[in-house]
T-cell receptor, first 109, second 114 residues
Framework: EDQVTQSPEALRLQEGESSSLNCSYT??????LFWYRQDPGKGPEFLFT???AGEEKEKERLKATLTKKESFLHITAPKPEDSATYLC??????????FGKGTMLLVSP | DGGITQSPKYLFRKEGQNVTLSCEQN?????MYWYRQDPGQGLRLIYY???????QKGDIAEGYSVSREKKESFPLTVTSAQKNPTAFYLC?????????????FGPGTRLLVL
């Protein structure tokens, strides 16, 4: 059974204070690891897909990396508008995803 | 604009009542999904469909039913057998074939019990 654990559950940063969110996973053959951003009361918004260990992807202040056991979402010099819940999910089977519980990020001005 | 629409945004259910949540997509995606989200929990898969007239149970299908009569539509019915239906319901879709694996989500429907 696929498992995804995200840490920390919640993170509070000052504006400009860089940090990382962790997503640890156990799967029987990784087809893809996905990061989403979710604002309160809204559907998740796709950020990145990573397919193999060593892969990295960037978008504005966000950078996602992948190893054989975990993924990190690095946030560089965050702004208040980066406040959201960040979800990690893995795909091992053909069609379905397994999600972690998310990390709630709050960036204070 | 291409995307996924869910309606209504808020839905109220009375005891013993069945309610249906709508999900429509114009992305020409083959696969569609229904998830339930509760506070402090990850998204849990209710049902999914990879092709018209076919669907599979997810991890928490009890008390729910679906249909897939059209490629664009995947409605979810929350039946009276679902004893704890209060949650945020999310619909997603993705292309079924090829290297693009990403699921894209709709805006969600919040279901509340009166």
């Amino acid at each position: 059974e696929d498992q995804v654990t995200q840490s920390p559950e919640a993170l509070r940063l000052q504006e400009g204070e860089s940090s990382s969110l962790n997503c640890s996973y156990t799967v029987s053959g990784l087809r893809g690891l996905f990061w989403y951003r979710q604002d309160p009361g809204k559907g998740p918004e796709f950020l990145f897909t990573l397919y193999s260990a060593g892969e990295e992807k960037e978008k504005e202040r966000l950078k996602a990396t992948l190893t054989k056991k975990e993924s990190f979402l690095h946030i560089t010099a965050p702004k208040p508008e980066d406040s959201a819940t960040y979800l990690c999910a893995v795909q091992s089977g053909y069609s379905t995803l397994t999600f972690g519980k998310g990390t709630m990020l709050l960036v204070s001005p | 604009d291409g995307g996924i629409t869910q309606s209504p945004k808020y839905l109220f259910r009375k005891e013993g009542q069945n309610v249906t949540l709508s999900c429509e997509q114009n992305l020409n995606h083959d696969a569609m999904y229904w998830y339930r989200q509760d506070p402090g929990q990850g998204l849990r898969l209710i049902y999914y469909s990879q092709i018209v007239n076919d669907f599979q149970k997810g991890d928490i299908a009890e008390g729910y039913s679906v249909s897939r009569e059209k490629k664009e539509s995947f409605p979810l019915t929350v039946t009276s057998a679902q004893k704890n239906p209060t949650a945020f319901y999310l619909c997603a879709s993705r292309p079924a074939w090829g290297p693009q694996e990403t699921q894209y989500f709709g805006p969600g429907t919040r279901l509340l019990v009166l």
